[in-house]
């Protein structure tokens, strides 16, 4: 058939699409997923619930169990469904979505891991208040957490309202929206019950699965090919409509110096982004040394180098046994590739194969979704409830009426208040998620990597290395990135002007990227820059030693 650009290419493969077959073995593996999760969630819950269980676990997690924890925290929709499917539509350039994700690690094993698990106690806003010891610093970064891990939360809930419904064998909005509503009643179930305890359980179960379903569709597919690994980028090339452009740079971001420019700008969000959220950065305080906590990262960049390799390859395979038109007409955003190739590989439509890998790796997926949202969740929870609540708003001494003077929340008054704010932000992704629906997951996670580059990144790295930065430098920081990186985005063609906008029907854009972090992250750092110069008070020198001596040898941590 003749593509839209042009190319001659041979006939794509016949169209795939799940049946009605598939769907009652579907659901049944759904159901024994959920049934899973809350088993673990129900049985861990009752073995503790101090506010060091319900933030950390209690510390106790060995650097293989953690490292499992992080790759399963890391490996969300995005990579599954978002970045396989970018793949399949757009080839090499989808690729460059993995590669930005996984040198991230890089600068989180070099920069971070060991020096936040001895400076921090639950939060990010702990290690800036070892040395900023102000309210304001507390609620300006708790706050930017929120906002980074909320669009993290949509992300994933998107991921899992698409899924849904083509297991239902529908586009309908109404099965995506009720699937929304579902994955965000469950998330919430998780972190009120069990904490961090739990939602580290589920987080390895979840990555054991994921790197096993993973292995499996790619030796499959390999076995497909005989091995050879040429033919499938040559069959990928033909069934994609772009011809060989589909394996050469340019087919998404290529076109014009704008589109290429977004891409930069996506390319820096992804590899500064992992160090700045905080759902990564909890998760050093889950393992009882700083040590630990570098071990945690090594394994957690094995797997996750691993899985992406294996991702392109099921992009490629997507796009080869299936075809990039009919992939795309599954789902526009390409979410569905990974599901539907499992349909190919087990031998397609009306065998018995077909439907069990079929069912099988879309509960995968969608096991995948439910742990990653229901430890966004528990990060987002503790920033307000331990940062915002307690740090920020009742940390200091206030009068009652008579002149009495009102004591700090205790650390279980936090924790009750963390499982009210797990109810709050669980409500508010699922309205926004329901707007986003149309959004690829991997394109939504960028978003969230942006605003965590430019809001937490600047001022995490000034405050552990810079020993002037001040109190003023760092709520600088934290705006200075966060206010630029959102407003971007609302003038942006992700919310209006484009076919695939938040509000298609208007169009008020007049930021011409995609992904703000090419003129956010530097705001972030030059805001912090210019409010330590323009301080009125120096850097406390004290201060920035007792920080410098914990972080580096761990004297003093939790």
């Known amino acids: 058939m003749t593509a839209t650009t042009g190319v001659m290419t041979t006939a794509t493969p016949s169209p795939v699409a799940p049946t009605g077959q598939h769907h009652g073995l579907a659901i049944v593996l759904f159901a024994v997923i959920v049934l899973v999760t809350v088993g673990i969630t129900l049985w861990v819950g009752r073995q503790g619930n101090a506010a060091e269980d319900f933030y950390a676990g209690g510390r106790d997690f060995t650097p293989l169990q ?91 809930m998107v991921g899992a309202g698409s899924l849904v419904a083509l297991l239902l064998g529908t586009n309908s909005s109404q099965a995506r929206t009720w699937t929304i509503i579902a994955v965000g009643a469950l998330m919430i179930v998780y972190v009120t019950i069990g904490g961090m305890r739990a939602t580290t359980w589920i987080q390895i179960v979840k990555a054991f699965l994921l790197t096993a379903g993973s292995v499996l569709l790619t030796v499959l597919l390999v076995v497909r090919f005989h091995g050879d690994l040429f033919e499938l980028m040559r069959q990928a090339a033909r069934h994609s409509g772009a011809g060989h452009r589909y394996l050469e740079p340019g087919l998404k971001y290529g ?46 960049i094995g797997l996750v180098g691993g899985f992406y390799l294996m991702a392109i390859a099921l992009g490629l395979g997507a796009t080869a046994l299936i075809g990039s038109a009919e992939v795309r007409h599954a789902n526009s955003a390409g979410n569905t590739a990974v599901p539907l190739l499992a349909l190919v590989l087990g031998g397609g439509n009306g065998s018995t194969g077909g439907v069990v890998l079929f069912a099988l790796i879309s509960a995968i997926a969608f096991a995948t979704i439910l742990a990653v949202v229901a430890g966004l969740t528990l990060a987002s929870s503790a920033a307000f409830a331990h940062d915002i609540w307690a740090g920020a708003w009742r940390g200091a001494p206030r009068r009652r009426r008579g002149g009495e003077i009102a004591e700090k929340p205790s650390e279980q008054q936090e924790v009750v208040v963390a499982r009210f704010a797990a109810v709050g932000i669980g409500a508010a992704a699922i309205v926004i998620s ?16 942006a605003v965590a580059a430019s809001s937490n990144l600047p001022v995490l790295l000034y405050s552990l290395f810079w020993s002037r930065f001040t109190v003023r430098g760092a709520v600088w920081s934290v705006y200075g990135g966060l206010v630029p990186a959102i407003a971007l985005v609302v003038f942006s063609p992700v919310v209006s002007g484009s076919r695939t ?58």
């Not at 700045?276 to 990262?297: E, K």
């Open 434 to 449: 329901l707007y986003a629906q149309q959004l690829n997951v991997a394109f939504l996670v960028g978003l969230a990597f």
């Open 66 to 156: 953690n490292g499992f924890a992080l790759s399963g925290d890391y490996l969300s929709a995005a990579s599954f469904l978002g970045v396989a499917g970018l793949i399949a539509l757009y080839g090499y350039d989808g690729v460059l979505y993995s590669v930005g994700f996984l040198v991230a690690w890089l600068v989180v094993l070099m920069l971070v891991a060991e020096l936040v698990r001895n400076a921090g106690r639950y939060t990010l806003a702990d290690v800036l208040a070892l040395r900023l010891r102000r309210r304001r610093v507390r609620a300006a970064a708790g706050g930017a957490s929120v906002v980074v891990t909320l669009l993290y939360l949509v992300a994933q």
């Open 501 to 558: 906008a938040l509000f298609p029907g208007v169009d008020f854009h007049w930021f011409p990227l995609e992904n703000p972090g090419i003129v956010s992250i530097p705001l972030g750092f030059l805001a912090g820059w210019i409010g330590t110069l323009t301080s009125p008070e120096p850097a406390d020198a004290d201060r920035f030693a007792e920080l410098e001596v914990r972080a580096l040898t761990g004297a003093g941590a939790a």
């Open 255 to 300: 076109a014009t110096f704008t589109s290429r420019l977004d891409f930069f700008s996506l390319g820096l969000a992804l590899v500064l982004g992992t160090a700045g959220l905080p759902h990564i950065l909890s998760r050093f305080y889950t393992v009882p040394t700083a040590r630990a906590a570098r071990r945690s990262t090594m394994w957690a």
